[in-house]
């Protein structure tokens, strides 16, 4: 069963940080691209960042830029969003996709086959 799994939510004050991780099961992510994603209360899903496995190649959205960074450990199956100087505007659940097509995409929800649960991250003072 093809399965992903977020970690590493929680509360963080403004201008702390946090990493978040993306553990899939079942398949290997090698020739897929992995796309973080976050959706606030009352706001559609966003793209913040995607990275393509077998290549590294990594995009980022302008609101994050700067201060996430997206990698991967192929050998651990994960992929990992660093998140820092978190805004109070960064507060959302935040998912991991996996898109089997493999190019990466931040607009493109609906090319990402697989989902995770999300993890809830805070950011208040």
């Known amino acids: 069963q093809l399965q992903l799994a977020e970690s590493g939510g929680g509360l963080v004050q403004p201008g702390g940080s946090l990493r978040l991780s993306c553990a899939a099961s079942?398949?290997?992510?090698?020739?897929?691209?992995i796309g973080w994603f976050r959706q606030a209360p009352g706001k559609e899903r966003e793209g913040v960042s995607c990275i393509v496995m077998s290549d590294g190649t990594t995009y980022y959205a302008d609101s994050v830029k700067g201060r996430f960074t997206i990698s991967r450990d192929n050998a651990k199956n994960t992929v990992y969003l660093q998140m820092n100087s978190l805004k109070l505007e960064d507060t959302a659940v935040y998912y991991c996709?996996?898109?089997?097509?493999?190019?990466?995409?931040?607009?493109?929800?609906?090319?990402?086959?697989?989902w995770g649960q999300g993890t809830q991250v805070t950011v208040s003072s």
């Open positions: 079942g398949f290997s992510l090698d020739y897929y691209a």
């Open positions: 996709a996996a898109d089997p097509g493999g190019w990466g995409s931040l607009e493109y929800l609906d090319e990402y086959d697989y």
